[in-house]
């Protein structure tokens, strides 16, 4: 069984939007009065209060409260206890482990935008009579749903999350289905180097330009934070200004999103093993000559989305060490020195003249290679160890 998320964008008319607003600020209510309670007992007390506790707790004040906080629905309010109880489970944790705690801390209108549902229960996704796919919510109606692409056949969706982002609405899915079948081996690998100047350099010679997202609106986040600035904080133009300021922000992580979730597509379509060096990336993040553009990039981001889209489609990510695979000479195996700002390969042994990014890509394929062939060996030898154990133990 697999289970993946699925993200659909709402469109609400006036009066779902209130609707779903009025829910969310209830569910904020609920949230800091668990917490609250929590607190108090345990100050006036010294004992904690547990989820069953406070469910019996809340679902009387729920129905003695049918319009205010009668709106949330009982299996809502449910999972709403349930984070709480998973917030001081962390906080002790934490604790007990000699990290910094973090106590769970109240909700502000702003740091409070989800709601959880099962599916089924106050929310349901279907089908009208015209094919059109349509959100059941209760207490909200039927929301038009930007239905972009299907869900797996015979899933069963098992968790629905409703947030509200940007001032937009979305639906986040938690579907459970049967394992696909893998698409067709091509036979083919491919080492790749990661970089800032071009994020992607491949050992077939293919460079992945930077496309630079952050960079390219520096000018204009520039501009909306001087003005922020200089406005009174909590005022109206104020409001307005930070909304404009996340929302450049939104669509900056939404272009790096989409050409990481296309780019990897394509890397596991096309190739059966993917080599990668085996980078900790905090190195750029900590240089303040890097940084900005080691978090334009999102090299991190690239990483996860690779591992899961080969993982689901039965393909390998090799990890290789990264040492020395920019001055060895993928060639002739001569160890060439260079610093940084040199961006050509020369080697005088062979001659050998190419981008040093692609150097460095055939030479992460050669070691992906390497590690392949012990990682098979040496599942062979504990195939013939567990064999011979078997045996003797049979004897």
Same mark, same amino acid.
């Given at each position: 069984?697999?289970?993946?998320?699925?993200?659909?964008?709402?469109?609400?008319?006036?009066?779902?939007?209130?609707?779903?607003?009025?829910?969310?600020?209830?569910?904020?209510?609920?949230?800091?009065?668990?917490?609250?309670?929590?607190?108090?007992?345990?100050?006036?007390?010294?004992?904690?209060?547990?989820?069953?506790?406070?469910?019996?707790?809340?679902?009387?004040?729920?129905?003695?409260?049918?319009?205010?906080?009668?709106?949330?629905?009982?299996?809502?309010?449910?999972?709403?206890?349930?984070?709480?109880?998973?917030?001081?489970?962390?906080?002790?944790?934490?604790?007990?482990?000699?990290?910094?705690?973090?106590?769970?801390?109240?909700?502000?209108?702003?740091?409070?935008?989800?709601?959880?549902?099962?599916?089924?229960?106050?929310?349901?996704?279907?089908?009208?009579?015209?094919?059109?796919?349509?959100?059941?919510?209760?207490?909200?109606?039927?929301?038009?749903?930007?239905?972009?692409?299907?869900?797996?056949?015979?899933?069963?969706?098992?968790?629905?999350?409703?947030?509200?982002?940007?001032?937009?609405?979305?639906?986040?899915?938690?579907?459970?289905?049967?394992?696909?079948?893998?698409?067709?081996?091509?036979?083919?690998?491919?080492?790749?180097?990661?970089?800032?100047?071009?994020?992607?350099?491949?050992?077939?010679?293919?460079?992945?330009?930077?496309?630079?997202?952050?960079?390219?609106?520096?000018?204009?986040?520039?501009?909306?934070?001087?003005?922020?600035?200089?406005?009174?904080?909590?005022?109206?133009?104020?409001?307005?200004?930070?909304?404009?300021?996340?929302?450049?922000?939104?669509?900056?992580?939404?272009?790096?999103?989409?050409?990481?979730?296309?780019?990897?597509?394509?890397?596991?379509?096309?190739?059966?093993?993917? %080599?990668?060096?085996?980078?900790?990336?905090?190195?750029?993040?900590?240089?303040?000559?890097?940084?900005?553009?080691?978090?334009?990039?999102?090299?991190?981001?690239?990483?996860?989305?690779?591992?899961?889209?080969?993982?689901?489609?039965?393909?390998?990510?090799?990890?290789?060490?990264?040492?020395?695979?920019?001055?060895?000479?993928?060639?002739?195996?001569?160890?060439?020195?260079?610093?940084?700002?040199?961006?050509?390969?020369?080697?005088?042994? %062979?001659?050998?003249?190419?981008?040093?990014?692609?150097?460095?890509?055939?030479?992460?394929?050669?070691?992906?290679?390497?590690?392949?062939?012990?990682?098979?060996?040496?599942?062979?030898?504990?195939?013939?160890?567990?064999?011979?154990?078997?045996?003797?133990?049979?004897?």
């Amino acid at each position: 069984m697999m289970i993946r998320t699925y993200k659909y964008r709402l469109f609400t008319n006036k009066r779902q939007r209130e609707a779903l607003d009025f829910i969310l600020w209830q569910q904020r209510i609920l949230y800091n009065a668990a917490l609250e309670q929590r607190k108090t007992v345990y100050e006036a007390t010294g004992k904690g209060v547990s989820y069953v506790e406070q469910w019996a707790h809340f679902r009387d004040v729920r129905n003695a409260n049918p319009d205010t906080f009668g709106m949330v629905n009982a299996t809502s309010l449910q999972q709403l206890l349930r984070r709480v109880d998973k917030a001081y489970r962390a906080f002790f944790r934490r604790l007990k482990a000699g990290e910094t705690p973090g106590y769970p801390r109240f909700k502000g209108r702003n740091r409070f935008h989800s709601m959880e549902f099962k599916h089924g229960d106050g929310v349901k996704l279907y089908q009208n009579d015209r094919g059109q796919v349509r959100l059941r919510i209760q207490n909200v109606g039927h929301v038009k749903v930007k239905y972009h692409r299907d869900l797996p056949a015979d899933s069963r969706i098992k968790h629905v999350v409703i947030k509200r982002s940007l001032g937009n609405w979305y639906v986040t899915l938690m579907v459970e289905f049967e394992s696909l079948p893998y698409p067709p081996l091509t036979g083919e690998g491919v080492g790749i180097d990661v970089g800032l100047k071009s994020l992607l350099a491949l050992s077939d010679g293919t460079l992945v330009d930077n496309p630079r997202w952050l960079r390219n609106s520096l000018k204009r986040l520039r501009v909306l934070n001087r003005k922020l600035a200089r406005q009174k904080k909590g005022s109206t133009n104020w409001r307005q200004t930070a909304a404009r300021l996340a929302r450049l922000h939104g669509k900056i992580a939404n272009q790096r999103r989409d050409f990481w979730h296309k780019t990897t597509r394509q890397l596991v379509n096309q190739y059966d093993l993917i %080599c990668i060096e085996n980078l900790t990336l905090g190195f750029m993040t900590a240089n303040r000559h890097l940084a900005l553009s080691a978090h334009d990039a999102g090299l991190g981001e690239f990483r996860s989305l690779l591992a899961y889209k080969a993982e689901e489609a039965g393909k390998q990510v090799a990890l290789v060490p990264p040492q020395y695979t920019s001055q060895l000479c993928s060639e002739c195996g001569t160890m060439v020195a260079k610093s940084l700002n040199v961006r050509v390969h020369q080697c005088a042994a %062979c001659g050998l003249e190419l981008d040093r990014d692609v150097n460095a890509a055939r030479n992460i394929l050669t070691l992906g290679l390497s590690v392949c062939d012990l990682t098979l060996a040496l599942a062979g030898v504990l195939q013939e160890a567990r064999h011979f154990s078997g045996e003797s133990s049979h004897e």
